[in-house]
């Protein structure tokens, strides 16, 4: 065989990706694409804010003298400064830029801390329905994927947490906002989280490290407030990009950031950067970094998600769909009215609406639409979705 058992294996299991877009593709050629109404991908069609542009343009007609040679595989300090000052004013602990490591993106980040934290077998929590990449990030660094049931509303159960949690344990990873739901974990929740891990690390006498993904905690609604995971517990390291708040996932520009409060810091750090530079990003991308260290209390102007957020729930809702209303990100994640949610998808094919199955998600029975699209799409599809909840017999 020409490749991995273990690749050939992964492709299988995330065959789905392909074959929507591969469907896609086959409907807007028969349809065209105005016909097509595709809510699969969660790539941002917003523009970066303003003051993006400005930045690129100064520095474009002004370059900085050397701006394109190697750095600090940590990345550059003034940026990772910029970045530290806002974190020390949302959580109030003694952020330098010394807990601050550029990265190609969050799913850099992520692949940076999990090959410095694990050893083979170690055991990594990932919270039901997560982001489908986790399982394979995990797989990477020869860590095991322990899958836990969140409760109805999507939030943690942690009875069910508890028990998951064993001497194999090596850290549990969160994401709110959360994709695939949009939920977002408030203070009460975090507080319940940091002291069930203080506890299990009482009892087990080691280290449980809390991975926080956040690309979306600028992308909420109606004032919620996405708390900093670092007040809660001290073993925190959060993972983050800009390809959501400034609308930048093609530059693949994010950071990592660990807790000052961290148990063994500095060498945590040490082998943060280390893994950096033999995963082979070595650092991220030199022209972002430039930019976003004047960026970080700008975002994309989530008032255009909240009205494509409202506009798809209450036409979804109103037809008999079930969900929970999603206060950050940019997707929703209805229940599927068939016990068989790869039976409803292939039925909302009928009427050209692309959605992704739960089941992709690790969570059978429930579907995924993601609504940063053209709002026209959305407007489009509404009659579309009303005809399939007719066939449906959904009670409206």
């Known amino acids: 065989m020409a490749i991995s058992q273990e690749v050939t294996q992964n492709l299988t299991r995330a065959s789905w990706i392909r074959k929507m877009f591969e469907e896609g593709e086959r409907l807007r050629a028969i349809h065209g694409p105005d016909k097509v109404f595709d809510f699969t991908l969660g790539n941002p069609n917003v523009e970066p804010p303003a003051r993006f542009y400005a930045e690129l343009k100064k520095i474009a007609e002004n370059p900085l003298p050397g701006m394109h040679r190697y750095m600090s595989n940590a990345g550059y300090p003034e940026t990772r400064a910029a970045i530290a000052t806002?974190?020390?004013?949302?959580?109030?602990?003694?952020?330098?830029?010394?807990?601050?490591?550029?990265?190609?993106?969050?799913?850099?980040?992520?692949?940076?801390?999990?090959?410095?934290?694990?050893?083979?077998?170690?055991?990594?929590?990932?919270?039901?329905?997560?982001?489908?990449?986790?399982?394979?990030?995990?797989?990477?660094?020869?860590?095991?994927?322990?899958?836990?049931?969140?409760?109805?509303?999507?939030?943690?159960?942690?009875?069910?947490?508890?028990?998951?949690?064993?001497?194999?344990?090596?850290?549990?990873?969160?994401?709110?906002?959360?994709?695939?739901?949009?939920v977002v974990y408030d203070a009460?929740?975090?507080?319940?989280?940091?002291?069930?891990?203080?506890?299990?690390?009482?009892?087990?006498?080691?280290?449980?490290?809390?991975i926080s993904d956040e690309p979306y905690s600028k992308i909420v609604y109606e004032n919620t407030k996405v708390p900093s995971v670092f007040t809660f517990y001290s073993n925190s390291i959060m993972v983050t990009s800009h390809s959501k708040d400034l609308a930048l996932p093609g530059e693949r520009i994010g950071y990592i950031a660990v807790s000052p409060q961290i148990s063994g810091l500095e060498l945590l750090v040490e082998g943060l950067v280390f893994a950096n530079r033999v995963l082979g990003f070595v650092n991220a991308p030199a022209l972002m970094q430039h930019l976003v260290k004047h960026l970080q209390r700008?975002?994309?102007?989530?008032?255009?998600?909240?009205?494509?957020?409202?506009?798809?729930?209450?036409?979804?809702?109103?037809?008999?769909?079930?969900?929970?209303?999603?206060?950050?990100?940019?997707?929703?994640?209805?229940?599927?009215?068939?016990?068989?949610?790869?039976?409803?998808?292939?039925?909302?094919?009928?009427?050209?609406?692309?959605?992704?199955?739960?089941?992709?998600?690790?969570?059978?029975?429930?579907?995924?639409?993601?609504?940063?699209?053209d709002k026209q799409?959305?407007?489009?599809?509404l009659p579309a979705f009303t005809a399939l909840a007719q066939k449906l017999g959904l009670p409206a």
């Open 86 to 182: 806002v974190l020390k004013e949302d959580s109030g602990l003694p952020f330098t830029d010394q807990q601050i490591i550029m990265t190609v993106g969050a799913g850099g980040g992520l692949n940076v801390v999990l090959k410095t934290l694990l050893d083979p077998g170690d055991e990594v929590i990932v919270l039901k329905p997560y982001f489908v990449e986790y399982k394979f990030y995990i797989a990477n660094h020869r860590g095991i994927t322990v899958e836990v049931a969140t409760d109805q509303y999507f939030l943690p159960d942690f009875a069910a947490l508890e028990q998951a949690i064993n001497k194999n344990t090596k850290a549990i990873i969160i994401n709110s906002p959360n994709n695939p739901t949009g």
């Open 188 to 210: 009460d929740v975090l507080r319940q989280l940091g002291q069930l891990l203080n506890k299990k690390q009482q009892e087990l006498q080691k280290e449980i490290y809390l």
């Open 298 to 373: 700008e975002t994309v102007n989530v008032a255009e998600y909240q009205e494509k957020r409202d506009l798809l729930y209450n036409h979804l809702t109103g037809l008999g769909f079930q969900m929970v209303k999603p206060m950050g990100a940019f997707y929703l994640f209805p229940r599927s009215p068939l016990p068989d949610e790869m039976e409803f998808v292939r039925l909302a094919q009928t009427f050209n609406i692309l959605v992704v199955p739960g089941s992709g998600f690790g969570m059978p029975g429930y579907f995924r639409l993601s609504y940063c699209i």
């Open 377 to 381: 799409v959305i407007i489009n599809s």
